[in-house]
DNA sequence: ATAATTAAAGGTAATTTTGTCCTTAATTAT
DNA sequence: ATAATTAAGGACAAAATTACCTTTAATTAT
């Protein structure tokens, strides 16, 4: 479904949403034990969580490392797929036709639609906070045997 | 959402079962330009889709090619899938989590729950027949300017 | 029988994705 | 100020996917 650095990118900033706050940073290898991704792939792709569209934030240094801030945990989980450029995803035609379209739709086009529209919503409505706040719980996740 | 691999595979036996039968083979040449494909590679995916699983049939020599039978016809879309190792795609973890499951789910577990049941049911319960008879009249398909 | 045609099969090459490593820059603690 | 720590950034490497090419086997038409 997703490729493997999607799949790292949401892991860790649902752990980071987890985990961190701005008095609490944590570093790279934290995180890449955590979620169970190789520490310099995962170094790249939070560069591009923290850059332009800035879902987490990092600061160098002793005691540095990245959190995120209040206010980007109420960002939707959209926002990470457009972090790691993988936000057409949902835009693309099941088949791979470049021209599909409402009005000239591909055999399967119908019925792919409401799922996809669903896969849209879940990741549209959703916000880091809710689903970060769900792997407290019962939930599994990261550091509990990937 | 899929590889490509998969989707030359679905698109070449719906136009395959669309265009041939057991009168009328079509060449690999045909396919691959119809389905805007590399020749070489749709070659090998043509391969799986003809060994066990038997989606479609091939015959060498002249006027052979490739043809489906009615009967593989009746055959859900899943088959496809299965044919070229993509069959699992639907049973994993939209995290990458190993150990996801019901007792133990990842963050997005239930919500992403029934979107993939409607995904397993769409490619469980829609015939290579159905879907191919569909890219024969106002849907969007193949030698029809991808 | 022979030649022509077509898929099968295998090896190779290009590209993309994934992963590593090393240097640099920033920040902090001393 | 200096040293230590941590992310940023760039180059590089490995692996997987995608794509190509050449030879072989099967079939058909002549």
Redesign the interface.
Known sequence: ??S?AT?YA??AT?YIAQKSSITHKLSLAEIAAAIDSPPSFTAKILQLLTKDNCVINSVRGPNGGFYITEKSKLLPLKNILEAVNEND?FD?C????????ET??????F??K??KQ??IH?FQT?TIQE??E??DNE???INN??
């Open positions: 479904m997703f493997k799949e949401l892991r649902i995803l693309k099941i088949l791979g036709l470049k021209k599909c379209s000239k739709p591909c055999p399967l086009h019925q792919y409401p799922i669903e896969l879940l959703n689903i970060s769900k792997a939930y599994l996740f045997s990937i």
